[in-house]
């Protein structure tokens, strides 16, 4: 049986090479999938065991500079670790941001991942955890040292004076030195800034302490004793752990990490198998209704039904089985090219071999050849259902034209009730979700089961037009997309599948993206904000500084605060009063803002409401130094996106935070965005690289930028199924074309001439397409419109935007789709030998 | 009854001059026409009869334009063949002949008008209203058109493919076997419409077939064996068909 089944695939390999390759990209994307992020975890777990592989225990206290209540590890309590029997050596350590600028000014890296820490040099004058390849450890206070990829990127040589950003002012330091590290961080692509002890403590938090705390084992130690005897010297909140948990610990949150990245791409790998399923069915079908003589001499010679139908199953195993094979090698290839990618676009992955998992292996496998034999199982049942006495007729095989009544009433329901619960789902809010989701998966599969039946009507609309604009070809074409209802259905599907998902995702991202539009321009009047990159707070140096700058007309910081009001704890933000109305466009619902002066707060509308205040409402309020007062509500205002729900004046906070954190500050300038103005505040800062100045477009970036992000992923994962999805289209004329060579045959010999009988096939295939496509996009428009009417209560200035332009285009490459997919199918419909084609079997 | 036909006309609707066709070389060589000169004179029905592999079907698939020939001359009318590209040869079919196949060859997609009128829909052309109501009484499909060939009977396509030959008033017709499918009483009627597009219409009807019924419609049958002609018979009966085959017969076997 398998010999045959092996027979059977070599002599139909033209016909069953698009299937093949579609799901050998699905298993491709699968293993490859698998692969990448066994790999990835591989190399990060040794990565995490290396950092601490010398680690015996390690201590942090999560002290911070200007926080004096957590008490920090001080020299003392270092000398009396470094004392303990079987401690080889206790490293203390400060860290905290720390930017580099490049020879431009501007910074290296992206705010978040710039570090600086201390240089511990140990009895031997060196530090561990840092191997110099050029100069030596900073221990002087005006000398840093830089790890060599920031030194490289900023051409920076010992001996060059460099300028580093903490959260202070810039300074101009002297570069001792050039060091690698195992540190995971630097790895990634962060930058890693060395400081001398001191400078670093006075930088991080306080001379002469320290936030964390590294111990090694001398020789024979345990680690497990060594913690327990570090613990009791540690101040009360500290925390200690050996390096083997903290390895571990380490390990663990990347498997999560990649477990979430696993299932994403899994999800869409699943998405192009599903899309593949169509392709394959159809293929199966044809070759069936093709051989449905020598299945029924089958029959009739004595073999069952199930015979019958495993002969069909097992050739389809046999070419789940070649896809596969090729499927896993190619998904291997992918891993490797991916991580190399990611290297190229800077993020930096340790080193380690290619991990290619058993699981990988048997995944590849069962998803290749299961995915084909479930596809071909309606095709192999079919083939069962084929009568002994089909032998003896000489009626061709004629596309099944089995009353789709059935399949269209299920269809039907399945549509109904699919769209009830979406648009039911959408009025529920955030809850609706769960509601959406099984509404959209029984829309999509009633559709789907529907298409067939759609397919006449649709297509018809677009017949008058066809024949008005190629004439004869345009009608037959027409004509050719809706023979075989079922096929036509199946391949359109295909890319209906696709194209709702890509609409979905498209009018969702627009909407959203319009949303953040909208919020920025109607909440901000400010020209500029200016932040840290590293999202730490900023210093009051900075404020003053930007209050001084040239042109600038007024400016406010957002502090950000707590209060708590009567029992109800509230973020507040500490603002300054007659600016904060001129950065912010602030509606006033009742009383007036220039109450702040007066030491009044002014609440949100809908804060006040939930709380039952009013205008001229005195509320108990207490501080963050648990002092208590009692605060007049000056003035209610429209929700700002951007501000707290609770404004008072900086001067009202003073009192009892010495430090409120300044989150960024606002400002407006005289003439507005300029590059003059914007190079007033850089001077004004020092021309200091850790600060951020954005204007509106670069705020409506930072908080809009990861929509567009995560829409570019998403249409990128989408790709694949995409890419079956025109394979299917190419296998579906390839194997009209074949079918039809009488037909065409005839057509030539009757004046028919080749250029048009290409324009037939083509129409045919820009009309399946283009029929899948409008499928797709009005579903993904419904879609889109219900998910966004869910989310809509949660997203300010939400509004519906359908992204024509987008949508134009869409269906626009759904077309072109159709041209390329037909390339292959109409040059052999053309090439075709009339008189072969024309004699009768 | 059948001389007035022959005697009316004297220009030639298609010509084959020195024609032949050779496939392969040396060894392998094999000759399926060997010089053939033959006229077709507009307003006859010709049958080509002749054995498997006599050359007969080679013989129209040359003449009609549908197959290339390795020498010798083809005209349509006033046209040569043979310096013809695939684009004219195309429009000359299209144009200027008419088929008729064994496997009728019909587009399901199509009604039975359609079908009839698809040469001139593929040339742009709007069909004669008043010529194309003929054929079709002719043919006795006036009640079928709107029909898809799936739904009409194997003699009713046929018809339909008749009409779709004389539809567009063509030089000429070329039929292969075009009775080879039809059962007995279907392929006289199919008969009976070519005879009569010949007498009443002046149609020219070239016809390949092997059946001597089939070939005694004709005015003239001609024989071929081993690419060649090598005989042929003015106002053909069956029987007087049927005794020339079987002397080509014993004279093949005893050759």
Request: charged letters at 20%; proline letters at 3%.
């Amino acid at each position: 049986m398998f010999r045959t089944a092996v027979r059977n695939v070599l002599a139909h390999k033209a016909r069953l090479l698009m299937t093949v390759l579609a799901v050998m990209l699905g298993v491709a994307f699968v293993s490859g999938t698998l692969v990448f992020t066994d790999t990835l975890g591989n190399a990060f777990r040794n990565q995490s065991t290396k950092n601490y592989d010398r680690v015996a225990v390690a201590v942090t206290t999560w002290a911070e500079r200007g926080d004096e209540e957590t008490p920090a590890v001080d020299e003392a309590t270092l000398a009396k670790i470094r004392a303990l029997d079987g401690v080889a050596e206790a490293t203390g350590r400060v860290s905290g941001f720390a930017g580099v600028a490049d020879p431009d000014g501007k910074l290296i890296g992206n705010g978040w991942s710039n570090t600086g820490s201390n240089f511990s040099p140990g009895a031997g004058g060196k530090d561990a955890q840092y191997a110099f390849t050029e100069g030596t450890g900073p221990v002087k206070a005006g000398q840093v040292a830089l790890d060599k990829e920031t030194a490289r990127k900023g051409e920076y040589r010992v001996g060059d004076p460099v300028r580093v950003a903490t959260n202070g002012p810039v300074k101009e330091y002297t570069l001792s030195g050039v060091f690698t590290t195992e540190d995971g961080a630097v790895n990634a692509g962060g930058s890693l800034v060395l400081f001398d002890t001191e400078v670093a403590q006075r930088l991080y938090l306080r001379p002469g302490q320290f936030t964390d705390v590294t111990v090694t084992a001398a020789a024979g130690a345990s680690d497990q004793r060594l913690l327990d005897a570090v613990k009791p010297l540690l101040p009360e909140a500290a925390e200690a752990r050996t390096g083997a948990a903290l390895a571990a610990e380490e390990a663990e949150q990347t498997e999560n990490g990649l477990k979430n990245l696993n299932q994403l791409l899994l999800a869409f790998a699943a998405i192009a198998l599903f899309v593949g399923v169509f392709l394959i069915a159809n293929t199966f079908t044809m070759l069936v209704a093709q051989r449905t003589k020598e299945l029924a001499l089958m029959r009739a010679v004595g073999a069952s039904r199930r015979q019958v139908k495993w002969a069909v199953l097992s050739e389809a195993g046999v070419v789940g089985l070649i896809a596969s094979v090729i499927g896993l090698l190619l998904g291997v290839g992918l891993a490797t090219g991916l991580r190399s990618a990611m290297g190229a676009f800077g993020g930096k992955i340790p080193a380690g071999p290619l991990v290619v998992s058993p699981t990988a292996v048997v995944s590849a496998f069962a998803v290749g050849i299961l995915i084909t034999v479930f596809a071909a199982w309606l095709p192999a049942r079919r083939a069962a259902k084929i009568p002994p006495v089909a032998a003896m007729s000489s009626v061709h095989a004629v596309a099944s034209t089995k009353s789709l009544v059935l399949r269209n009433s299920v269809g039907g329901v399945l549509t109904l009730l699919g769209s009830a619960a979406i648009v039911l789902g959408s009025s529920q809010g955030a809850d609706g979700k769960v509601v959406i989701g099984v509404g959209a998966f029984f829309a999509l599969t009633g559709v789907i089961v529907l298409i067939p039946l759609l397919s006449r009507p649709v297509i018809a609309l677009v017949r008058p037009l066809l024949r008005k604009l190629f004439g004869v070809s345009g009608k037959l074409a027409a004509q050719n997309a809706v023979r075989n209802p079922r096929r036509t259905g199946a391949t359109a599907s295909a890319l209906a599948i696709g194209l709702t998902l890509v609409t979905g995702i498209s009018v969702l991202g627009v909407t959203l993206g319009q949303a953040v539009d909208k919020t920025t321009t109607d909440n901000i009047r400010a020209d500029y904000m200016v932040s840290m990159a590293s999202g730490d707070s900023l210093d009051e140096s900075a404020l003053a500084a930007l209050r001084k700058a040239d042109g600038v007309t007024a400016a406010s910081p957002q502090r950000a605060t707590w209060l708590t009001l009567g029992e109800a704890g509230v973020s507040a933000s500490a603002v300054t009063p007659g600016e904060v109305e001129k950065v912010f466009a602030l509606k006033t619902v009742s009383g007036s803002l220039s109450s702040l002066k007066d030491g009044e707060m002014a609440v949100d509308r809908k804060t006040a409401a939930s709380h039952g205040w009013k205008t001229g409402d005195s509320v108990p309020v207490t501080f963050l130094d648990d002092k208590k007062e009692t605060l007049k509500v000056g003035a209610l205002y429209e929700g700002n996106e951007f501000l707290s729900p609770v404004l008072v004046s900086e001067k009202v906070i003073a009192p009892h935070e010495s430090l409120a954190e300044i989150r960024e500050v606002w400002l407006t300038m005289d003439g507005g965005r300029s590059a003059a103005n914007e190079q007033a505040l850089v001077d004004a800062l020092g021309d200091n690289p850790a600060m951020s100045i954005m204007d509106r477009q670069g705020i409506r970036d930072m908080f809009g930028g990861f929509v567009n992000t995560a829409m570019n992923i998403m249409y990128g994962l989408l790709a694949m199924a995409l890419v079956i999805a025109v394979l299917g289209v190419v296998n579906t004329l390839a194997m009209s074309v074949f079918e039809r060579q009488q037909e065409i045959g005839m057509l030539r010999a009757i004046g028919l001439d080749r250029r048009r009988v290409k324009r037939m096939i083509r129409l045919e295939a820009v009309v399946i397409s283009l029929f899948g496509a409008v499928v797709g996009v009005a579903l993904g428009m419904f879609l889109g419109w219900a998910i966004g009417e869910a989310l809509s209560s949660s997203v300010p200035e939400y509004a519906l935007v359908i992204p024509w332009g987008r949508i134009a285009l869409f269906l626009a490459l759904a077309g072109l789709v159709g041209v390329l997919a037909s390339l292959w199918p109409a040059r052999s419909g053309a090439k075709l030998n009339m008189l072969t084609a024309i004699k009768t079997e | 009854m059948t001389t007035t036909a022959v005697h009316r006309t004297t220009a030639v609707a298609a010509r084959a001059t020195e024609l032949s066709k050779v496939y392969g070389q040396g060894e392998t060589q094999v000759v399926a026409l060997d010089r053939v000169t033959v006229d077709f004179p507009q307003g006859e029905f010709t049958a080509i009869m002749g054995p498997s592999g006599s050359g007969k079907s080679t013989l129209m698939h040359c003449v009609a334009g549908l197959d290339s020939f390795s020498s010798g001359s083809v005209r349509i009318g006033e046209t040569e063949l043979g310096t013809l590209k695939d684009k004219q040869l195309t429009q000359l079919r299209r144009d200027k002949i008419g088929f008729i196949f064994q496997a009728f060859n019909l587009l399901p997609t199509l009604s039975a008008l359609e079908n009839i009128t698809l040469p001139m829909d593929i040339a742009g052309r709007k069909p004669d209203a008043a010529w194309l109501q003929k054929v079709i009484d002719m043919v006795g499909l006036s009640d079928r058109l709107g029909h898809r060939p799936t739904e009409l009977s194997g003699g009713q396509q046929q018809r339909v493919a008749v009409a779709r030959a004389l539809a567009s008033q063509p030089e000429i017709i070329f039929g292969d076997e075009p009775t080879g499918n039809l059962d007995s009483r279907s392929g006289a009627e199919v008969l009976g419409f070519l005879r009569n597009s010949v007498r009443e219409l002046g149609q020219t009807v070239v016809m390949v077939t092997h059946d001597p019924v089939a070939a005694s419609y004709a005015d003239r049958v001609l024989f071929l064996a081993d690419g060649a002609v090598v005989d042929q018979m003015m106002h053909p009966t069956a029987d007087g068909v049927l005794d020339r085959m079987k002397a080509f017969d014993a004279k093949g076997r005893t050759s």
